[in-house]
């Protein structure tokens, strides 16, 4: 069991991680538009002829 | 034009001469429209930033003040095809929005918790019928407590100041329970921990908060929702004043800018922006949307007119003035305050759960404790038996119950047109039995239209385009006809008069029958009140269009469709007897007043209260508000005075009278399931509670009862989606049901131009 030693943290960081993530996402105001967010990847003018 | 326009109370100054303001767009609804109007925007000099949050609709720009101005930021969406109108965002929705992502952190945190907290659970629950050692046990459930406790602290905190705020009230409502159950489920199981016993319940702690905080996160999104909406559609509506400044310039500015004392000009056929005296002028007024008179009311300089009046045919000088002791305003205030009192006594059904449930659950554990010591147990297992009866019973399907349906009964509601109000609409709009409606506005069109059946389809297409170059009210009626939306070049309008312009190398004149020289035409049709007619003359050829308040298209069908389900149905409107009766005849209503004064309305609504009846009042004039407070529920068309629809309990959209019937019948079957989740809820708790009662609940019990009954009462609450509002329309026995479909209103919030208040902009065209 002597895995669970370095295993548990890990699993507990990578949880974390997902976490900071999304507060960091949510600080980011990437809620709040989320219809207008799936619209804006459509339009490919950007991408030179 | 040379006046200029004033936005200033909409911008908002930064530092080194940048500006900020926000617009609600009309129009918006596609991908290529994003792209459109943020880069046409940022090729303008001077302008900083463009974002348009497509969801809801609006545009935030920063630009530099000093290169360019907000009124030419609006002209050049208008030149790209957009219509935008200058939005203050009200206080309360920044206040929700805060609300939204601090319940979105605390659903994150619970969420993360219960992920790794269940993790180390099933660990131990699988490690308890195999080989764990109690020091691995041990192990999982300090960490365990590692987790849920610094978790619960931050994601609990919605329900703990929410049952602080009841008990200091010495009031209970769903959070107490809530917060007495999860404190005590972690202080048991951390005692637990430290005891070296087999059970903990850290993952049905966190896994309570997370299930309400999905609950408490989809309501707040679903009223957030449709309140942003309700802000768009205020700002689109929004009305612009001309005031006469002392230099006798003219500023265009939005009515919220005016202040008492100020000098307004009103042209012929604007909207009074304010109340206020006459100083200058006289005038034709149509107070139809103040008192409910669809006559016209002559006015002169001293006296007084109310805001949202049309003025007709001169021009007038006002001045604001506060709403005083004794004018309509204040009485109508008065009578409000009164009325709304009365209304705030109502109890939802969820406090009325939340106060029968805490006691009966807090005695069970109580007794469940008392019982166990007097049969002989230890203290330790008498004590940790009614704790584990706290937990089980924790009102998790309770608290959902509710939530779930209103949830998806508002999203139903909002997408066949009508826009909630306050969260508790639904549980009284079901109650009702009796429709009270008001006449004008309400059952007959807001705006008067054409009756086109005698006159040549042709002629009246030529007059509605040159219509399109008028700005009298009666004008805009024939307008909305036009097919092709351009007016005639060349067209001269003269105030009072009419409109004149030369089509197809003929003289056309629209306007007064003595304009056309028709006089000998118009007493014909003077003899009726009701309607109005506009002349027109092109070539040889001559019309005379009359124009009359119609009722909405649907108001038999629909008046039919509450009868058959048992409504009493009955009118009460301002306006002459012989304007209401026919009405009232058409639509086959045997009770119906005219003439009717606010205070009187709401008498009428306090007498049919007395004899138990429970009234859903449908009116939009400022006279129907206090009656619209005092009945039981309330809905406005959307085109109703501001007051007055900031006191009904729903708003709808539309020509449409359908949405009153979706409201009843989508309320209804709510409410029937609300009652079902409760009982399922109560069904689980019977079940629950005699194995907690006997000892016998493990995590492991604890937890699939508690998901089980909560995807249970979710789902059930889903169900109200399965049957649309136009399938059970249809289900009536009506004639013509092909009126009251909803086919047409699929979805009338993706086109907003389709709404009848839109119906003058020009892009409606370019929007189709």
Same mark, same amino acid.
């Given at each position: 069991?002597?895995?669970?030693?370095?295993?548990?943290?890990?699993?507990?960081?990578?949880?974390?991680?997902?976490?900071?993530?999304?507060?960091?996402?949510?600080?980011?105001?990437?809620?709040?538009?989320?219809?207008?967010?799936?619209?804006?990847?459509?339009?490919?003018?950007?991408?030179?002829? | 034009?040379?006046?200029?326009?004033?936005?200033?109370?909409?911008?908002?100054?930064?530092?080194?001469?940048?500006?900020?303001?926000?617009?609600?767009?009309?129009?918006?609804?596609?991908?290529?429209?994003?792209?459109?109007?943020?880069?046409?925007?940022?090729?303008?000099?001077?302008?900083?930033?463009?974002?348009?949050?497509?969801?809801?609709?609006?545009?935030?720009?920063?630009?530099?003040?000093?290169?360019?101005?907000?009124?030419?930021?609006?002209?050049?969406?208008?030149?790209?095809?957009?219509?935008?109108?200058?939005?203050?965002?009200?206080?309360?929705?920044?206040?929700?929005?805060?609300?939204?992502?601090?319940?979105?952190?605390?659903?994150?945190?619970?969420?993360?918790?219960?992920?790794?907290?269940?993790?180390?659970?099933?660990?131990?629950?699988?490690?308890?019928?195999?080989?764990?050692?109690?020091?691995?046990?041990?192990? &999982?459930?300090?960490?365990?407590?590692?987790?849920?406790?610094?978790?619960?602290?931050?994601?609990?905190?919605?329900?703990?100041?929410?049952?602080?705020?009841?008990?200091?009230?010495?009031?209970?409502?769903?959070?107490?329970?809530?917060?007495?159950?999860?404190?005590?489920?972690?202080?048991?199981?951390?005692?637990?921990?430290?005891?070296?016993?087999?059970?903990?319940?850290?993952?049905?702690?966190?896994?309570?908060?997370?299930?309400?905080?999905?609950?408490?996160?989809?309501?707040?999104?679903?009223?957030?929702?449709?309140?942003?909406?309700?802000?768009?559609?205020?700002?689109?509506?929004?009305?612009?004043?001309?005031?006469?400044?002392?230099?006798?310039?003219?500023?265009?500015?939005?009515?919220?800018?005016?202040?008492?004392?100020?000098?307004?000009?009103?042209?012929?056929?604007?909207?009074?922006?304010?109340?206020?005296?006459?100083?200058?002028?006289?005038?034709?007024?149509?107070?139809?949307?103040?008192?409910?008179?669809?006559?016209?009311?002559?006015?002169?300089?001293?006296?007084?007119?109310?805001?949202?009046?049309?003025?007709?045919?001169?021009?007038?000088?006002?001045?604001?003035?506060?709403?005083?002791?004794?004018?309509?305003?204040?009485?109508?205030?008065?009578?409000?305050?009164?009325?709304?009192?009365?209304?705030?006594?109502?109890?939802?059904?969820?406090?009325?759960?939340?106060?029968?449930?805490?006691?009966?659950?807090?005695?069970?554990?109580?007794?469940?404790?008392?019982?166990?010591?007097?049969?002989?147990?230890?203290?330790?297992?008498?004590?940790?038996?009614?704790?584990?009866?706290?937990?089980?019973?924790?009102?998790?399907?309770?608290?959902?119950?509710?939530?779930?349906?209103?949830?998806?009964?508002?999203?139903?509601?909002?997408?066949?047109?009508?826009?909630?109000?306050?969260?508790?609409?639904?549980?009284?709009?079901?109650?009702?039995?009796?429709?009270?409606?008001?006449?004008?506005?309400?059952?007959?069109?807001?705006?008067?239209?054409?009756?086109?059946?005698?006159?040549?389809?042709?002629?009246?297409?030529?007059?509605?385009?040159?219509?399109?170059?008028?700005?009298?009210?009666?004008?805009?009626?024939?307008?909305?006809?036009?097919?092709?939306?351009?007016?005639?070049?060349?067209?001269?309008?003269?105030?009072?008069?009419?409109?004149?312009?030369?089509?197809?190398?003929?003289?056309?004149?629209?306007?007064?029958?003595? &304009?056309?020289?028709?006089?000998?035409?118009?007493?014909?049709?003077?003899?009726?009140?009701?309607?109005?007619?506009?002349?027109?003359?092109?070539?040889?050829?001559?019309?005379?269009?009359?124009?009359?308040?119609?009722?909405?298209?649907?108001?038999?069908?629909?008046?039919?469709?509450?009868?058959?389900?048992? &409504?009493?149905?009955?009118?009460?409107?301002?306006?002459?007897?012989?304007?209401?009766?026919?009405?009232?005849?058409?639509?086959?209503?045997?009770?119906?007043?005219?003439?009717?004064?606010?205070?009187?309305?709401?008498?009428?609504?306090?007498?049919?209260?007395?004899?138990?009846?429970?009234?859903?009042?449908?009116?939009?004039?400022?006279?129907?508000?206090?009656?619209?407070?005092?009945?039981?529920?309330?809905?406005?068309?959307?085109?109703?005075?501001?007051?007055?629809?900031?006191?009904?309990?729903?708003?709808?959209?539309?020509?449409?009278?359908?949405?009153?019937?979706?409201?009843?019948?989508?309320?209804?079957?709510?409410?029937?399931?609300?009652?079902?989740?409760?009982?399922?809820?109560?069904?689980?708790?019977?079940?629950?509670?005699?194995?907690?009662?006997?000892?016998?609940?493990?995590?492991?019990?604890?937890?699939?009862?508690?998901?089980?009954?909560?995807?249970?009462?979710?789902?059930?609450?889903?169900?109200?989606?399965?049957?649309?509002?136009?399938?059970?329309?249809?289900?009536?026995?009506?004639?013509?049901?092909?009126?009251?479909?909803?086919?047409?209103?699929?979805?009338?919030?993706?086109?907003?131009?389709?709404?009848?208040?839109?119906?003058?902009?020009?892009?409606?065209?370019?929007?189709?």
């Amino acid at each position: 069991m002597n895995v669970l030693i370095y295993l548990v943290p890990l699993a507990l960081l990578l949880g974390l991680t997902g976490l900071v993530g999304f507060m960091w996402t949510l600080k980011n105001g990437q809620y709040d538009d989320l219809e207008g967010a799936a619209l804006r990847i459509l339009p490919d003018d950007d991408i030179a002829p | 034009m040379a006046e200029t326009l004033d936005l200033s109370q909409f911008i908002e100054r930064g530092d080194a001469g940048t500006a900020h303001m926000t617009l609600a767009v009309d129009g918006v609804d596609c991908a290529g429209c994003i792209r459109k109007i943020e880069s046409g925007l940022s090729k303008l000099p001077g302008v900083i930033d463009a974002r348009l949050n497509f969801t809801q609709r609006r545009l935030a720009v920063d630009w530099r003040d000093r290169e360019i101005g907000a009124a030419d930021i609006i002209q050049a969406l208008q030149r790209i095809g957009y219509h935008a109108h200058p939005f203050a965002p009200e206080r309360i929705e920044a206040d929700d929005g805060r609300q939204a992502n601090w319940l979105l952190k605390c659903l994150a945190v619970s969420g993360f918790a219960a992920m790794n907290v269940m993790l180390l659970s099933i660990s131990v629950w699988s490690g308890n019928v195999s080989d764990m050692t109690q020091v691995t046990r041990d192990l &999982f459930h300090w960490l365990s407590a590692l987790i849920a406790l610094p978790a619960a602290a931050y994601a609990g905190q919605p329900f703990f100041q929410s049952a602080w705020r009841a008990l200091r009230t010495w009031q209970l409502n769903m959070d107490v329970p809530i917060t007495v159950g999860v404190t005590l489920a972690l202080a048991l199981s951390l005692y637990e921990t430290a005891t070296h016993s087999v059970h903990a319940y850290f993952d049905s702690a966190i896994m309570l908060l997370f299930f309400l905080l999905c609950g408490r996160y989809l309501d707040l999104a679903m009223r957030r929702k449709t309140k942003v909406f309700a802000g768009n559609l205020a700002s689109f509506k929004a009305e612009y004043a001309h005031r006469l400044d002392a230099n006798g310039e003219l500023t265009r500015l939005p009515v919220s800018g005016l202040h008492p004392g100020d000098s307004v000009l009103v042209r012929p056929g604007e909207l009074i922006p304010a109340d206020g005296t006459i100083l200058t002028g006289s005038s034709a007024i149509d107070e139809s949307l103040v008192t409910g008179e669809t006559a016209a009311r002559i006015v002169a300089a001293g006296a007084t007119v109310y805001a949202g009046s049309i003025n007709g045919s001169g021009a007038l000088t006002l001045k604001v003035v506060a709403a005083g002791a004794g004018t309509l305003v204040e009485e109508v205030e008065r009578l409000l305050d009164k009325a709304t009192e009365a209304k705030s006594r109502t109890v939802r059904l969820a406090d009325r759960a939340a106060r029968l449930y805490a006691p009966v659950v807090h005695s069970a554990a109580a007794l469940t404790c008392i019982g166990w010591l007097i049969a002989g147990a230890s203290l330790h297992f008498a004590i940790v038996t009614a704790i584990a009866v706290l937990i089980i019973t924790c009102p998790c399907a309770i608290a959902l119950a509710i939530p779930a349906v209103q949830v998806v009964a508002a999203g139903q509601l909002f997408r066949s047109g009508v826009i909630l109000n306050s969260g508790d609409a639904i549980e009284r709009i079901a109650e009702t039995d009796t429709v009270v409606f008001d006449k004008t506005g309400t059952l007959t069109l807001p705006d008067p239209a054409v009756d086109g059946s005698s006159i040549d389809p042709d002629l009246l297409e030529t007059a509605a385009r040159l219509a399109l170059s008028s700005h009298h009210p009666l004008a805009a009626a024939l307008a909305r006809r036009a097919s092709k939306r351009v007016p005639y070049t060349g067209a001269v309008e003269e105030p009072g008069r009419g409109v004149r312009a030369s089509i197809d190398g003929e003289e056309a004149r629209l306007g007064s029958a003595a &304009f056309c020289g028709l006089s000998d035409a118009a007493p014909q049709t003077a003899r009726d009140r009701d309607v109005s007619c506009i002349a027109f003359t092109h070539g040889g050829r001559t019309a005379v269009i009359p124009i009359r308040q119609s009722l909405r298209p649907d108001a038999i069908a629909v008046t039919r469709a509450l009868a058959e389900r048992g &409504f009493d149905l009955m009118i009460l409107s301002g306006d002459r007897a012989e304007a209401v009766g026919p009405v009232a005849e058409r639509l086959g209503l045997k009770q119906w007043q005219a003439a009717v004064t606010p205070a009187e309305k709401i008498a009428v609504i306090e007498l049919l209260k007395s004899q138990g009846r429970r009234v859903l009042m449908v009116g939009d004039g400022l006279n129907d508000a206090p009656a619209l407070a005092a009945a039981h529920a309330s809905l406005s068309p959307i085109t109703a005075a501001h007051l007055t629809q900031a006191h009904a309990d729903a708003l709808f959209l539309g020509d449409r009278l359908a949405p009153v019937l979706h409201a009843i019948i989508v309320s209804r079957r709510a409410r029937s399931l609300m009652r079902q989740n409760l009982a399922l809820a109560v069904i689980y708790n019977a079940l629950a509670v005699p194995i907690a009662v006997a000892g016998l609940v493990t995590p492991l019990i604890a937890a699939v009862a508690m998901s089980g009954s909560s995807i249970l009462v979710t789902l059930n609450a889903l169900r109200a989606r399965l049957r649309g509002p136009s399938e059970s329309i249809m289900q009536s026995k009506s004639g013509d049901d092909a009126v009251v479909t909803t086919a047409g209103m699929a979805e009338p919030l993706l086109s907003p131009a389709a709404q009848p208040i839109f119906a003058g902009h020009d892009n409606a065209e370019l929007v189709s």
